[in-house]
């Protein structure tokens, strides 16, 4: 837990990601569903993406809903979409209000079609936002990123349109799911399970992990500053001593 006065806003990343893990786990400390933690956590999602605008935050990308995930019981994965449906719809208006642009990423084709039709619908209403970019990671994964991407470049290269000696990080990345946005410099991962579950894997080269034991419906604005918080007393070198970055 943690003030914004222990926060140097001149110091704030410019993309945080989140793994939003502990549903089932609090839902079950309370004799409920899983989908009651699901339920319970709109809460968390609002109090974290509220509180990122605020402090400056840029990118808010949230892990809502992996391709693994589709082999969780159907009676759950059926009532999560529609979970989703009514949070987007009923969420949207907040966006707006607060200048947040929505952003999915994703094997977005798979997902129901009220879910493509509402995310759309959102996308297209909050396009103009310029405070922050809150981005939904669903139906996502890292090796399907990296795998969508290898084709698309293929399909150039193969084309003639990149020539293979042409081919630097800076290419692949111009093909992956987050093209356009800075690699996150904070992932925070709730619940304290310490992996980072097929998430983003080439844009996590560099990033700082924060892993809190908090489930996620506990999630708060407190907690995101406390994440914050950890964040700004490391020291990030890139592969650099602490001489070299005291010498630059």
């Known amino acids: 837990m943690a003030e914004r006065s222990e926060i140097d806003l001149s110091n704030i990343p410019a993309h945080i990601a989140v793994i939003m893990d502990g549903n089932g786990r ?5 004799g409920g569903l899983r989908v009651f933690g699901h339920q319970s956590a709109i809460t968390a999602v609002r109090d974290t993406v ?3 605008a605020e402090l400056g935050v840029k990118y808010l990308t949230l892990y809502a809903f992996s391709t693994e ?3 969780r019981p159907a009676l759950e994965v059926s009532a999560l979409m529609q979970l989703l449906v009514h949070t987007i719809r009923q969420e ?6 607060n200048s947040v642009r929505l952003q999915a990423i994703g094997d977005l084709a798979t997902l129901p079609k009220s879910c ?13 936002g310029t405070r922050m970019t809150l981005v939904l990671a669903l139906s996502y994964s890292g090796r399907w990123d990296l795998t969508q991407a290898t084709k698309r470049l293929a399909a150039d290269v193969a ?7 042409a081919v630097t990080e800076a290419t692949v990345t111009s093909y992956l799911a987050t093209a356009g946005m800075p690699d996150p410099e904070l992932l925070i991962r709730t619940s304290g399970e310490q992996r980072i579950s097929n998430f983003l894997l080439w844009q996590l ?9 908090v489930l996620w419906p506990d999630f708060r604005r407190s907690h995101l500053r406390a994440a914050l918080v950890a964040y700004q007393r490391r020291e990030r070198r ?10 630059s």
Do not use: M
Not at 159 to 165: C, E, F, K, N
Not at 205 to 213: D, G, K, N, R, S
């Open 26 to 30: 609090w839902a079950k400390q309370r």
């Open 50 to 52: 509220e509180e990122a």
């Open 69 to 71: 995930n589709w082999n």
């Open 92 to 97: 949207t208006p907040t966006l707006l209000k």
């Open 116 to 128: 493509q039709r509402e995310l759309a619908e959102s996308i297209e209403l909050t396009k103009g």
């Open 159 to 165: 084309a003639g349109r990149v020539q293979p000696d």
């Open 205 to 213: 080269a560099y990033t700082e992990l924060y892993i809190t034991p």
């Open 238 to 247: 890139f592969g650099k001593t602490s001489e070299q970055l005291s010498v």
